[in-house]
T-cell receptor
Framework: AQTVTQSQPEMSVQEAETVTLSCTYD???????LFWYKQPPSRQMILVIR??????QNATENRFSVNFQKAAKSFSLKISDSQLGDTAMYFC????????????FGTGTRLLVSP | DTAVSQTPKYLVTQMGNDKSIKCEQN?????MYWYKQDSKKFLKIMFS???????INETVPNRFSPKSPDKAHLNLHINSLELGDSAVYFC?????????????FGPGTRLTVL
């Protein structure tokens, strides 16, 4: 079974700074998808970024980018130029690529961005 | 226009009661899901339906019964509610259910069992 580990329960960063959230996973699959979801205090789950394992290029979405290290089974999220609105829980998630699949989530990292 | 909606957003009830949570998506997706987020914020899949058929059924007590009247709706009925059922329940949908498709989440329903 796949497992996803987020070793940082909480992180703090000041506005405009850069922060990196860690995620590691365990799988015997060679192809899969990885995701970062954001859950602000409103509770809504919002997809931040996704990465396909067979693509070597790291995904980027505006201020959000990932460092995907397939051999190390590591998938970290870098948030540049942090904004107050980035304050949220961040969940790393894994999904197999084919058939009907479920998201397997990590335990989350609470990020606080302060002025 | 809300893509995935859930009703109610908050539900407070007594132990032993039966309650339902409704979910609707207007994205034209074929696959819908129920996830449970516990008090420690851990999210876990409960069920998945594809075009009204049950596809994923995790180890969930029989007191939980999903129903999909059509592919745009997936409701969750819970019998004989227990204190441990208190959680936030999220509905989600995706185009076809595979990893190539993004799952879109509803706003969640916070269930409190007293």
């Amino acid at each position: 079974a796949q497992t996803v580990t987020q070793s940082q329960p909480e992180m703090s960063v000041q506005e405009a700074e850069t922060v990196t959230l860690s995620c590691t996973y365990d799988t015997s699959e060679s192809n899969y998808y990885l995701f970062w979801y954001k859950q602000p205090p409103s509770r809504q789950m919002i997809l931040v970024i996704r990465q396909e394992a067979y693509k070597q290029q790291n995904a980027t979405e505006n201020r959000f980018s990932v460092n995907f290290q397939k051999a190390a089974k590591s998938f970290s999220l870098k948030i540049s130029d942090s904004q107050l609105g980035d304050t949220a829980m961040y969940f790393c998630a894994f999904m197999k690529p084919s058939g009907f699949q479920k998201l397997v989530f990590g335990t989350g990292t609470r990020l606080l961005v302060s002025p | 226009d809300t893509a995935v909606s859930q009703t109610p957003k908050y539900l407070v009830t007594q132990m032993g009661n039966d309650k339902s949570i409704k979910c609707e998506q207007n994205l034209g997706h074929d696959t819908m899901y129920w996830y449970k987020q516990d008090s420690k914020k851990f999210l876990k899949i409960m069920f998945s339906y594809n075009n009204k058929e049950l596809i994923i059924n995790e180890t969930v007590p029989n007191r939980f019964s999903p129903k999909s009247p059509d592919k745009a709706h997936l409701n969750l009925h819970i019998n004989s509610l227990e204190l441990g059922d208190s959680a936030v329940y999220f509905c989600a949908s995706s185009r076809s259910g595979g990893g190539t498709d993004t799952q879109y989440f509803g706003p969640g329903t916070r269930l409190t069992v007293l």
